[in-house]
């Protein structure tokens, strides 16, 4: 495979509008590989700093590129690596920890406080580019039967593994999934693939809980039509063993205690815009409801890969919307105007890519 020297970025210099530029490939370090990317799924936090420049006190105040879920085939690598070889199909892990610290020397590296993580800030470096460097052990050879669309999905899907596993949700317990947007359905994924069958998913748009109902939900409830609270309670007689907010919404952060079994466990996934939300703390006290929270994820891609390929999780059905690079632009535009419509959109980089 030829390396150009110069690859094509789409570069947000001014908060709503992509520029594309001819950058440098990034050079390839003796540990690392040189990824040619095919697909880079929108996350909702491209979406927000595309929209409004910032998220909760991060501001954006230099020329970025968006993008932190990708997935392509691996191009040239560096002199130490053995475990992958141009041509290889990966999902790659974005976020790079210093493997030196604290948290990382116990495997919480999702903690890392020095973590390098694509189209976070600080960090203004993402994937919506043609390429990539990467450490080679982020990066993860996929089976035959798994494609590099699915690849770049598995950044979303982590998410809502590490949701499940934290809760500590376990086979024959009930759930609410408050939102069905890509990782309120991938959390519901998750959940169904350790044999938690009664899940309830909640949301205001309905083409995202008849997608819930395809993959697998138990019941959905539309919130703009009734009260969901009561809704959730009599569904679940009396509230969910467990408890997912995934939509960062005010209303639903404070709904969620109600929603949740005395004694249940309620897992904080959704970011706010604001950073700041209400929570109904009494009635979590009265109730000894248990509290845990999600950033990112450890140490899951083998698992879900592995899960994909099984069959176990249907996780391509999770896409809706691929654009072109060339209509990136069009497909952020897409992605924010249109939720009601939209449960995932990706961008296809590579415009051979399958």
Known sequence: MEIPKKMKAAVMNTTGKLDFEMIDVPEVKDNCVLVKLDYVGVCGSDSHLFEHGFIGESVVTEPMVLGHEPGGVVAAV?????????????????????????????????????VYFYASLPVTEGCFAEYIAHPANLCYKLPDNVSTLEGALMEPLAVGFHAARQSGAFVGSSAVILGSGCIGLVT?????????????????????????????????????????????????????????????????????????????????????????????????????????????????????????????????????????????QKGMEYAIHNKNAVTKAVIRINPDAE
């Not at 409830?221 to 009260?227: R, Y």
């Open 78 to 114: 560096g002199k130490n690596v053995t475990s992958l070889k141009p041509g290889d199909r990966v999902a790659v892990e974005p976020g790079v920890p210093c493997w030196e610290c604290d948290f990382c020397k116990q495997g919480k590296y999702n903690l890392c406080p020095n």
């Open 188 to 328: 519901m994924l998750s959940l169904l693939s350790m044999g938690v069958k009664d899940i309830t998913v909640v949301d205001v748009m309905q083409n995202r809980l008849d997608k819930a109902l395809e993959l697998g939900a138990a019941h959905v409830v539309n919130a703009s039509e009734c009260d969901p609270v009561a809704k959730v309670i009599e569904l679940t007689g009396g509230g969910a063993d467990f408890s997912f907010e995934t939509a960062g919404n005010a209303t639903t952060l404070f709904q969620i205690a109600k929603m949740t079994k005395r004694g249940g466990t309620i897992t904080l996934v959704g970011y706010t815009s604001s950073g700041k939300a209400e929570l109904n703390v009494n009635w979590i006290i009265d109730n000894e409801m248990s509290i845990k929270t999600v950033f990112r994820y450890r140490n899951h891609y083998p698992t879900i890969i592995k899960a994909v390929s099984d069959g176990i999780i249907p996780l391509k059905k999770i896409a809706s919307d691929i654009f072109e690079f060339s209509d990136i």
